[in-house]
């Protein structure tokens, strides 16, 4: 058996039962697309691209893993499996878990170096001239993720630092808005994102692209805010002990609108034409069916949520430009009293083409609407925290309406058509995840579509 072959067999077993493995349920069916190796002195570091043929769409995910002679101390957890090399036996570690991986990457992307291809390539990129003298301290933050995030302490000539490099796993052709979005924002001076420190870009074969080769990025470092909270958690907070929320809603909206500007100030802005428009609400109509296949309930407001689309058709529609995509409270963090912005990536269930084009910013103010509404919701619909959302989302309005100067509330109906198409992505997203939620998504298409009737 080749040890590539060792690898794969073994990681098969271990890929189902990753948090971010997509197809729960399925035996991945894996092909190796290719490898990259970073030198280092201890084991051998390989980053492997490997396809899973199992959903019904192939998902490429990206698996660093690490080779050693001996089991790593307190390695358990992190140990993906063992294979005989000759008299050997060679420890398959998951890359991430393992510090000599993880200080590998960052010396990888703050060097700029090049890794050693094995199939596949890739470099390091570093926006500054950030260095280490030390990484004193590596270990993968805990917690529900769709990738996985290393956090970092290090030692610099400046001093320490805090730093968190994530770690793409679902791979896709073309830049990841994450690492786009938000070094754009910190370059133009904001700081309503963590400072970017570098990232990973690589390339990999791919039959489906012109030349036969796929590029995008692998991992994205930023600054690490220690000990800074999710607005999610404060807002549930503020709201279970019944305390005014009011000025920090209108403060998230004014960060909002800031950082819309930047956006479109840095890639530029789209008058819509007929066909964004049409690409939009079409967009929205095939969400709603596949709810509906999937969530037979919603079936019963299908006639008012089409007459809603098809009302906001005719309206003015106002300028595309990009945006975060998948903008709700726990994506905001807070430090030193100020709202902060993380995880640009956009919608997981979009398609990463859709994500990275411009798009209209009130899907993010729907988006952050909505968050609050799963506040009340969470918390069972109290009239308390019914009172509290609802002032929440005035004052999130508010502040959103002064800062940018678009009247939101005149353009009620087009707010509500994008409210209802994220409720209508959020029953999908419950009814496969947290079904027990699904009560929220579904109270809040009930409650738009009264008032669209
Ligand atoms: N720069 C940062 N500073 C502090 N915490 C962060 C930072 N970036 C991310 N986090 C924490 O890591 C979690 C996961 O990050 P996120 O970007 O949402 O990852 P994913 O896209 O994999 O879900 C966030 O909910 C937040 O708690
Ligand atoms: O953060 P992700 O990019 O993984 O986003 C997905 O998961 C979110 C839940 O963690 C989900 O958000 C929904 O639940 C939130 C409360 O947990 C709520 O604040 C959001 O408004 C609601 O949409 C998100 O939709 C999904 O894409």
């Not at 301290?137 to 001093?159: D, F, M």
């Not at 709202?339 to 640009?344: H, R, S, V």
Request: net charge negative; proline share 6%.
């Amino acid at each position: 058996m080749s040890p590539l072959t060792s690898h794969l067999d073994l990681i098969a077993p271990w890929l189902g039962s990753q948090r971010w493995f997509a197809s729960k349920g399925h035996l991945p069916e894996l092909e190796l697309l290719g490898s990259w190796q970073i030198p280092a002195a201890d084991c051998r570091v390989l980053t492997h691209l490997i396809m899973d043929h199992s959903a019904t769409v192939p998902v490429l995910y990206q698996v660093p893993v690490t080779e050693h002679r001996s089991p790593l101390t307190d390695g358990d957890a992190a140990l993906i499996g063992t294979f005989p090399d000759g008299d050997d036996t060679v420890y398959l570690y998951d890359g991430p878990q393992d510090p000599v991986y993880a200080e590998a990457l960052l010396r990888m992307i703050v060097s700029g170096a090049t890794a050693i291809p094995e199939g596949a390539d890739a470099v390091g990129r570093s926006f500054g001239d950030m260095e280490i003298s030390a990484i004193d301290a590596a270990r993968v933050l805990r917690g529900e993720q769709s990738n996985t995030s290393i956090i970092y302490k290090v030692t610099t000539p400046n001093g320490p630092l805090r730093v968190i490099c994530k770690v793409f796993r679902a791979l896709h052709h073309g830049e990841n808005p994450d690492v786009v979005l938000q070094s754009a924002i910190a370059a133009a001076g904001s700081d309503s994102v963590p400072h970017s420190i570098g990232y990973i870009e690589g390339g990999w074969s791919d039959i489906g692209q012109p030349g036969g080769l796929a590029h995008g990025h692998l991992a994205f470092a930023q600054e690490f805010l220690a000990g800074a909270e999710d607005a999610w958690r404060i807002a549930l907070r503020a709201s279970e002990d019944g305390v005014d929320f009011t000025a920090e809603a209108h403060a998230l909206g004014t960060t909002t609108a800031e950082v819309h500007r930047t956006l479109a100030a840095s890639f530029g802005t789209k008058t819509p034409s007929d066909s964004d428009v049409a690409e939009t609400l079409d967009s929205f109509s095939a969400r709603l069916q596949l709810a509906i296949d999937e969530v037979p309930a919603i079936a019963e407001l299908r006639g008012v949520i089409e007459d809603l689309y098809s009302t906001v058709r005719t309206l003015e529609w106002p300028a595309l430009h990009r945006i975060h995509g998948d903008y709700h409270l726990g994506q905001v963090l807070v430090a030193d009293g100020h709202w902060i912005l993380i995880d640009f990536e956009g919608e997981p269930m979009r398609p990463m083409i859709e994500r990275s084009r411009p798009d209209f910013a009130v899907r993010d103010v729907a988006g952050m609407l909505r968050s609050f509404d799963y506040v009340a919701g969470s918390l069972g619909s109290t009239e308390q925290a019914a009172a509290w959302t609802s002032a929440a989302r005035r004052a999130f309005l508010s502040g959103y309406i002064e800062e940018s100067g678009i009247d939101l509330r005149a353009h009620r109906e087009l707010l509500d058509a994008f409210e209802m198409d994220k409720a209508v992505y959020e029953a999908v997203y419950e009814a496969r995840n947290r079904p027990d939620w699904l009560p929220i998504p579904l109270a809040a298409l009930r409650r738009l579509a009264a008032r669209a009737r």
